[in-house]
């Protein structure tokens, strides 16, 4: 094998590239070029080699034979330079799948840059490969084409959008990295001072205090692709460390802030991706959002609504839900009693083991302590709670949830919060079991959820929180600290930007 020979040492000339390996088309043939990149695949012809040499803008096919390579060996992943022509390839060996694919390159001379040991994985898109080996050889797998198309997308929807704020007057502001902690939803990341011994930095789990102080200072329009630190438990949709595009502005009502987003969100889509959002985005009340999809975030491109059910409890023989959902002395339920109707065509494709345990677990995950059902049919039907669904009390269920023979119901009991988040959370599965949304043929599907409640109870101390953060204004400055009631439904000017199920962004006007 023979060792690289130093770039430095050599005339730039000799070795660095005229072309990437994605540039070059039938109108380049003849030419001679100079291409620098890592072999991808390597297929010997009986003394012709055919190599994949590959950077971050395709691959290009390079054929060579032993008195073009000579001495020189070469394996996957090594980094070459090749000189050579462009030739048109034969019609019966043109690969329409590939960019480059109506050429290849005859090579006049070959160089290694860089030699590689026998990788742990294959740089491909088709891999299996643990997760934890590709995290020790991140290198290796952020040179995978899929990776790195994500890196360079995530790129340009960011100069998009700094594109987009200027345009609309946004001055881009960085702000401390070190600050103080201050009331947040999660703990803080804390950083200790090596000038102030026993003192410490917290990282900022977001920038809301240095925005808030640019307005008071008069920035009138502000906005950072800011780094965020949070030191919570992982989910999918929760990082320590993440990016977060920040911004804030003066003077204004929420219809100027969603104004604002969606022109950004707009431009941005159609710049990257081509695609042309149809605007102004659909607005729905948190209270509708709640009662509708079970969900502050609801994914709105399908349906399987949650249908309340009180009034017929309150009339039912089952104890269970009349209990819940008849008042007592006071005139106040325990809680609701609410369902979800599943379409006959879907609810073939659920057999009562599915019931019993995939349905019914994933209910008790969400604190539900079992999962009623009933298939309706002309005979009563199939289920828990068929033999309550009899005679008129079938007919008003019926008419209650909409269902038909064939379908299937599923019931929740309970305290409303409970029962809401039961069936939000059963309807996504269903939604995720059946590509209900892929359905949809909808693939960007936008929605401002607006009048989120201004203080939620804690469960550990009692006491009315903000839900949002302490410097949401409320939607009705006149109201009573000392009212406790008033405080329960008092709304605020809070609203959350949600896209395909998935919150995307949130924001309020702010009191001062």
Known sequence: MSRPTSAAARRPDDWRRTHTCGELRLSDAGKTITLNGWVHARRDHGGIYFLDLR???????VVLDEKVAGSVRFSTEYVLSVTGTVKARDAANRNAERPTGDIEIVAL??????????????????????????????????????????LLHRSRFINAIRRSFERQGFAEIETPILTKATPEGARDYLVPSRVHPGKFYALPQSPQIFKQLLMVAGM????????????????ADRQPEFTQLDMEMSFVEEEDVFACWERVLSEVFEECMGVKLSLPFPRMHYDESMQRYGSDKPETRFGLELKALDAWARQCEFNVFKSVATPDSTGKAAGRVMGIVVPADLAAK???????????????????????????AADGGAGPLAK?????????LRTALGAQDGELCLFAA???????????????LLGRKFGLAKASGIPW??????GFPMFLRSEESGRWEAAHHPFTAPADWNFRADDDAALGVLESRAYDLVMNGWELGSGSIRIH
Do not use: M
């Open 55 to 61: 950077d971050r803008y395709g691959l290009t096919q």
């Open 109 to 150: 001379k070959v160089e290694v840059l860089s030699t590689s040991p026998n990788p742990p994985f294959e740089v491909s898109d088709d891999l299996d490969t643990a997760l934890e080996t590709r995290l020790r050889y991140r290198w290796l797998d952020l040179r995978r084409p899929l990776l790195q198309k994500n």
């Open 220 to 235: 009138d329009r502000y906005f950072q692709v800011a780094r965020c630190f949070r030191d919570e438990d992982l989910r």
């Open 350 to 376: 659920i057999s009562r083991k599915d019931i019993d345990t995939e349905l019914t677990d994933h209910a008790k995950s969400f604190g539900a302590k079992g999962l009623a059902w009933w298939r309706p």
């Open 388 to 396: 309550f669904a009899a005679g008129e009390q079938g007919i008003a």
């Open 414 to 428: 309970g305290p409303q919060a409970q029962v809401l988040r039961v069936l939000g959370e059963l309807r996504n």
């Open 445 to 450: 599907n936008f929605l401002w959820v607006t």
